[in-house]
């Protein structure tokens, strides 16, 4: 079992759709979770970062923690075609020193 | 926010031969730097930590002979590929860490290089 499973898509919306992206863990010890944004050919960009559980909000974008079920998600509102995109999420630990990847969602949104 | 330069964005080389890959943070000082390597479709695998003045922790699986990783000043880590073969073909990034803390909530990333070995 991967440490972190990320359905990798492609999932395709519609221009103004919700869009909800999602990952799952095994390892309680994470503690900081991470949304990464990879446009093609080129390297990831941070979006948002959440410690522990709970919810956080930036603009269109919203990322929530449930730590009780390892469940992390990042919700992204009124999508725009420049959304497309492939997200990454990443975790880590505060001892453990490394991020660990999901595989990454590709995201299309039609205009 | 900070910014990562990685040179070069693509590279072609011969089997057999040497590839140099650079990753620059442009206006702050790492002291770690981080190199993971994207096969198509795959998520990011990191192969190796660079420490600035020692040297780099390596990934079970990873060939520290193969991929040779030197830190030498707080704003460049050097990624060189040795001896090149077509299965190294891949998207190799680099990574830096605005703090000092916990490892990836100031992560920035170079672009990326894309190396093709033929």
């Known amino acids: 079992q991967k440490e972190v499973e990320q359905d990798p898509g492609p999932l395709s919306v519609p221009e103004g759709a919700i869009v909800s992206l999602n990952c799952t863990y095994s390892n309680s010890a994470f503690q900081y979770f991470m949304w990464y944004r990879q446009y093609s050919r080129k390297g990831p960009e941070l979006l948002m970062y959440t410690y522990s559980s709970g919810n956080k909000e930036d603009g269109r974008f919203t990322a929530q923690v449930d730590k009780s079920s390892k469940y992390i998600s990042l919700f992204i509102r009124d999508s725009q075609p420049s959304d497309s995109a492939t997200y990454l999420c990443?975790?880590?630990?505060?001892?453990?020193?490394?991020?660990?990847f999901g595989t990454g969602t590709r995201l299309l949104v039609s205009p | 926010g900070a910014v990562v330069s990685q040179h070069p964005s693509w590279v072609i080389c011969k089997s057999g031969t040497s590839v140099k890959i650079e990753c620059r943070s442009l206006d702050f000082q790492a002291t770690t730097m981080f190199w993971y390597r994207q096969f198509p479709k795959q998520s990011l695998m990191l192969m190796a930590t660079?420490?600035?003045?020692?040297?780099?922790?390596?990934e079970q699986g990873v060939e520290k002979d193969k991929f040779l990783i030197n830190h030498a000043s707080l704003t460049l880590s050097t990624l060189t590929v040795t001896s090149a073969h077509p299965e190294d073909s891949s998207f190799y990034i680099c990574?830096?860490?605005?703090?000092?803390?916990?490892?990836?909530?100031?992560?920035?990333f170079g672009q990326g290089t894309r190396l093709t070995v033929v």
């Open positions: 660079s420490n600035e003045g020692s040297k780099a922790t390596y």
């Open positions: 990443a975790m880590s630990d505060p001892g453990f020193q490394k991020l660990v």
């Open positions: 990574s830096a860490d605005l703090s000092s803390g916990v490892t990836g909530i100031e992560a920035f």
